[in-house]
Structure formats: C-alpha cells, structure tokens
DNA sequence: CTGAAAGCGCTAACAC
DNA sequence: GTGTTAGCGCTTTCAG
C-alpha cells in the first residue's frame, strides 16, 4: 500500500501539500493540485484510515448490539442502521448479544478501545449504570434502558390496546396474551394495553396471559397449554408475530381452525407473517423507519456532543390478514 | 481515556515498560509489574486500539458481505461468522452489497483502507477481476466467485439430485424446478442437479423450469402461471425454502392441497420452513457450520499469509415434514 | 530488567 | 501557496 510519503515524493510536494488536496482543505495551485492527484491515481493510493483514526480520535464506525440477528425482527432492523450508516460513510459493526449483560459489557470495552463513534442499543439487560462510564454517544432502540438516553421506539401500550380491542370489536369473548420476557421494557407496555382493554371484564383470568418469551418454540409449547386448560379462548394476542405463528401451529397442532375457531393477532409486522397460511393479522411497527432514525439521531449526536436526549415514538398500524374474522 | 503515558507516569516506569507488562512480553520485574497493574486498574486503563492497529498494520476485523440480511438465509450465517469472529478477539463488520457490484466495490475499497484482517463474502456478481487487487485474504462462502480462492459451500449438485430423486420417490410424476438467480453458481449447480434426474424423464419439458430468483414474491407469481399453464405438475422442487414457501403460498391461493394435490421440497433448512402448515420438507444445508467454518478458515488465512487454498463442501440431508407425501 | 527513541500514516498548526 | 514539524497512542529495536 502506498503512502501519503510516496503520493509527496512522486508529485514532487511535501506530504501537508497532499493531505490539503485529499482534504480539500487550505489552499493548493491548480497545478500542483492536479500534479498530486495525478500521483495519487498513479499509485493507486488510499489514505490510511486507521491514522486518520488515531489522529482525529474517531473512527468512523457504529455499533449495533441486538439479542440475535436470527430473530426475524432483527434484520430490518440492522439493514435499516446499515443502510444509513453507509450512506454516511460510517462502517458497520453487528454485535449479537444474547442479552447476556457479561457479553454487553464486553463488546462495550471492545469497541471503546476502538474508538466507535456511537451506538445503537437493542437490550432488556443493560441499565444506566452499565453505560454511565461509556463516553460514546448510545442510542437505546425498541426497548428503553435509561432515562437519559435518546430512544426510538413504537407505541407499544396504545398499539396492544388496540390488538385487543380490535379482536374484541370482531367478537372474540375470551381473550388471551402471549407476552414477552419479564425484563423487557416493551414486554411491561404491550401487556399494560392488553389489561386496559381486559381486566375489568367479568371473564378475564390472570391464567389468561402466559408467557413466550418472544420466542417461537416457547410460544407454540405455552399456548397449547394455554388452550387445553382454557378451550373457552377465542382469541390470542401474541406480543409479537414469531410468538404469533407459534400460536398458530399450536392451535393447528391442536385441531383448532384458524381464523374460525380462534383469532390470531401478533405485534411486529415482520415479513414471516405474510409467509403463513392463514397469514397473521398483526399491529404492525415501521421497522425499517425506526432503525433509520435511531441510526439518524445518533449521528447527530456525534456531531454535536451537547446534542439535548431525544425520545421518538412511531405508531404501530393494524394490519389485517386472515387470521383474524369477524364472527357473529 | 488515559493513555499509556499516564500509567507510566503513575506507575513510574517508561511507556515501554507498561508495553511489556500489557502484552507479556519480554522480562519485567514482578514488583514493578504489579506496580504497573495496579495504575492500570487505578486509572481504568484501556489500550487505544487504533494506535495498536496503526502500529501494527492489522485492525482486528473481519468483515462479511452479505446480499441482503433481511433475506433469511443469511442471519444464520452471519451469527455463525460473527460468533467465530468474536471468540477471537475480531470485531464483526456486516456489509449489505444488494449483489451490486458498485457497492462490493465500494466496500471492498472502504474496508482496505481500515485495515481489515480479512473478509467472507456470498456474492453472485465478484470475479477474479474486482479482486486481484486486493492484498486481504478473502474467502468465498455459499456460492464460488474465483478458482483461486479458497471457500466453503454445500452440495449443491448432489443436494438437488436428491431431493429430486425423492419426488420421485414418493409418486410424483411431473416435477417442475424453481430455480434461483441465474448468475449464482448454486442456482447453476441446484438446477444441474434437478436436470439429471429429470432430463431423460419423456414427460421433461423445458418449461418446467421457471426462475424465482430466490425470492418469496417472485416465486408466489411464477408459480401461480407454472400451475396454470402446468395443471399436471405434482411435485415442485424450489431451490430455496423461501422460494419453497412462496410455493406453497401460490398452490394454496389455487386451492391446491398441499402435500395431497402438490408435493413441495425447499433447499437450506431455515426456520421459517418450521413455521408454516404443512410444514416445509427441505434439503437441509449445516449453515450455523458452513458460515463458523468460514470464519475459521479466513483466521487461518489471516494467521498464515502462505496457507493455501482450501475448498470444503459441506453435505446436505433430507428433512421430511409435511408439505410432502407418499401417494399411491 | 528497564528506558530512550524511532516510527506506523496522517493532520494541523506554524513558519516562510 | 507550500514546507516543516509536532504529535495522535502504541510497540519494538537497541542500549545499558
């Protein structure tokens, strides 16, 4: 790899001559400029950006923590801060963190020492006090962890409301949920829009909201015993679309039909809910948009450190497909 | 951020010294090592990485190109790549390239210049060409972009025969192929595969191969004109399970019963086939090891500028769910 | 066993 | 307009 010295050498300048011309920065002849360039498409040289980082102390790289890439709902996610990371000239760096706090921690030390220029944070673990010594502008993303942090997330509370209202205007009379893990913040909201809607009616049971964990697997498992202990459910929010399908083929596995026998509706609006059949009727987030913005405002907040927090909430839009029917 | 200075200063020893004591390297006196220690943890020491990449010349990234993380396929991969990366010690960079060579180039270009240790690309479009240039090791992954690289894929020739063979197998006596994207060499080596089987079949025609260029939506429209115009087709082979979803999506919506009317094989083994009903019979790809294989490899490659190349093909193995039937 | 100093490649004062 | 030079923070000869 060449270097700036050598771009110097070849145009006949000093290397500050150089670094003017790739920076456009300061005055340079014309002629001497083009005798530079010429030099630098001669040897094909790249400044080194790893110099550049040591020098300005910033390295022109955001992070993405998420629990799993290989949940569904991630990679929307990650495309969409990808997408404008790039488009912002950062580079990006994926982090799966398993919402293992030991395993946060560390990938927080890791790309401190490598001058990260920011954050993005999908986590139910991490709490302010983990991330009070960090000096990199942190972005909290679909789930909040501390107070004073920008965040960007969805109305989590009045979207599970309106899931629940919603199978109760098509006339479902027993209505259950499927919640997330305890820690999560939008686990505590998608369930407190559930219990808005139910808890005062003369039907609603405690034993009606089981726990899925966001997780496919758990869901199909919980919902079968959900359904066998109470066969008077005739629909299911599930707090998010995975735990949606899982409901599905639970109710499937168990010889219900769907939408007939039991309505489905999931939270999320990722694209498996289309895959199935019937398809999962869903209180859908603009996933892609949320990445963006958090990737938007935490770049603002590296360019401008005194930057005041910002908390962003997007609306959730019902989508109705076929697990779901009116019933009389 | 404290620097080394800091803890020499504090520590009273020479920067070298604390260099030594950070890398166990070369003799140090154990009473000034703990000395040394001690201001490390005293100051909260972290050694600035970016100087360390500087001096070094390597930055302790590998990087992965992937044509699009929302396409299913690819999370898996890229847990496993990032998995393998984080053991040791590298950190993960996650590059969307939409199978656009500007932007593989772009990106290839823009990861040099960071010093990248190393890089596992999936690409249908790379050659020889657009990378002769670059002096980091590369290694292809799912699909071989150039003879000289080494790379990690699956049978794919064999794979297809097979599941091919088990249409047959199982009474299907008309098997259409949706095949992938024509530049992709496992499109090549999935449809050669299905060819053998099925060439010298008197009922082969040629339309029997439609391309759904691994997409779920392409693959729903192709099929539905495949069945229209191929009322006889019983059994389909899609050379992907989001192709193979697709399929049972469009044979649903023509109010075919699948597996009774039309018998439906995938090709990769993701979740999403788990999730349908009928689930998706499929030739299932290890892609959790090819992608932690593919790490490996490039590690060693990175450890071992004179290694060489190496090819490992991994087997693939039938999983038989619901969405195929024996038929009398 | 330890320190001084050169240098990785680049940028930004500061001179001229 | 252009060159000289002092670092950015670290590692590694080379002395002692």
Redesign the interface.
């Known amino acids: 790899?060449a270097t700036i010295k050598d771009v110097a050498k070849l145009a006949q300048v000093s290397v500050a001559t150089v670094s003017r011309v790739l920076n456009s920065n300061g005055y340079v002849n014309p002629t001497t400029k083009e005798r530079v360039n010429k030099a630098i498409s001669d040897l094909?040289y790249?400044?080194?950006?790893?110099?550049r980082?040591?020098f300005k102390g910033r390295?022109k790289m955001i992070a993405l923590f998420v629990p799993?890439?290989?949940n569904?709902y991630?990679?929307?996610l990650?495309?969409a801060v990808?997408?404008v990371t790039n488009q912002h000239?950062y580079?990006?760096?994926?982090?799966?963190t398993d919402d293992d706090i030991e395993k946060e921690i560390t990938y927080l030390?890791?790309?401190?020492?490598?001058?990260v220029d920011g954050i993005i944070i999908v986590s139910s673990t991490i709490n302010k006090e983990h991330i009070q010594?960090i000096?990199v502008p942190i972005i909290a993303l679909d789930r909040i962890l501390s107070s004073d942090l920008s965040s960007v997330t969805v109305t989590n509370r009045e979207g599970a409301k309106e899931a629940t209202e919603y199978l109760k205007e098509i006339g479902c009379e027993r209505i259950a949920h499927i919640c997330g893990p305890e820690n999560a913040s939008n686990t505590v909201q998608r369930l407190r829009g559930y219990l808005d809607v139910v808890k005062d009616e003369d039907w609603f049971l405690s034993s009606y909201v089981v726990s899925g964990g966001y997780n496919?697997d758990k869901a199909v498992e919980v919902t079968i015993n959900l359904l066998k202990d109470h066969p008077e459910v005739d629909g299911i929010f599930a707090a998010n679309d995975v735990m949606g399908?899982?409901v599905?083929?639970a109710a499937?596995s168990l010889g219900l039909r769907v939408p007939e026998d039991l309505s489905i509706i999931g939270f999320d609006g990722i694209?498996?809910g289309k895959?199935?059949?019937p398809s999962l009727t869903t209180m859908a987030q603009p996933i892609y948009d949320i990445g963006a913005r958090a990737a938007e405002i935490l770049i603002e907040h590296i360019n401008d450190k005194e930057l005041l927090r910002k908390r962003e909430e997007f609306t959730v839009k019902l989508i109705e497909r076929e697990s779901t029917k009116v019933r009389r």
């Open positions: 790899m094909n790249r400044p080194n950006d790893v110099a980082s040591l390295s799993d890439i290989m569904p991630f990679p929307e990650a495309r990808e997408d000239d580079t990006f760096v994926l982090c799966n030390n890791a790309l401190q020492q490598k001058s010594h000096n496919f399908v899982g599905m083929k499937q694209a498996l895959t199935t059949s």
